[in-house]
C-alpha cells in the first residue's frame, strides 16, 4: 500500500461531489423525515413473526 503525500491527503478532501452525493444532500435538507417517519412507522412491520402466509 502507498502512503498517502500531503498533496494527495489535501486533495483527497477537495474531490468533487458525484451527483449521488448531491441528491442525498438535498434529500436531507428538504425532506422532513421525523414526520415521513411518524407517519409511516405504525404502519410499517415489526419483524415479530407475525408475517401472513
Known sequence: ???MTFADAEYAGKRKQ???ELFLIEMDRV???VGLIALI???YPKG???DIR
Open 31 to 33: 425532506v422532513p423525515w
Open 48 to 50: 415479530e413473526g407475525d
Open 41 to 43: 412507522e405504525p404502519h
Open 1 to 3: 500500500m502507498k502512503q
Open 18 to 20: 458525484t451527483r449521488k
